[in-house]
């Protein structure tokens, strides 16, 4: 992602600096409506690019959420040029409201954003990794989850 102009992703995957980030941006968002969304289009396919962030337009300001490699989690604020985003010299475009997923999160206030947690087994040992960005709406969820190096949506919550 950071090939995109003027976007500076500040990845982070340590549970502790997860927690105090989504501390921080939560208190923003609590109370306030998501008004659109935004997803980075692959036009050759007419389709999602999932690598891209995801922009939510949440009372008024463009936040930009991504996921990268197992659990590296960045949050922006209008970094992109939605309509003139730059990647290795080609423009790509933004969609708004593109995702059924993510249209059924307009419209409605934020009650709570929450970090998701998981955990992996290797060499017999419990690795912990956090996995998705978990938003209770009025009337529903947006999860903005970790699908392996790439973004992934779903209106339920990832950790129940």
Partial sequence: ???IQGYKPEWVLDK??????????????????????????????DSWYEALPI????D???????????DSLSITKNQIDVNNCISYDE????????????????GKRVLSVKLGMSSMA??????PMIN?????LENGYLTI?????ENGVSNVPANV
């Fill in 145 to 149: 989850f970790n699908a392996l190096d």
């Fill in 55 to 58: 922009i939510l337009i949440i």
């Fill in 60 to 70: 008024g300001e463009q936040v930009e959420i991504c996921w990268q490699q197992f």
């Fill in 1 to 3: 992602m950071t090939w």
């Fill in 122 to 127: 290797l060499e017999n040992k419990v690795i």
């Fill in 91 to 106: 423009r790509i475009p933004y969609r708004e409201n593109a995702l059924s997923a993510l249209n059924e999160s307009i």
């Fill in 16 to 45: 502790a600096k997860a927690e105090k980030l989504i501390a921080a941006w939560s208190r923003n968002w609590v109370g306030k409506t998501i008004e659109k969304t935004l997803v980075g289009w692959y036009e050759p396919d």
């Fill in 132 to 136: 998705s960005l978990d938003f209770e």
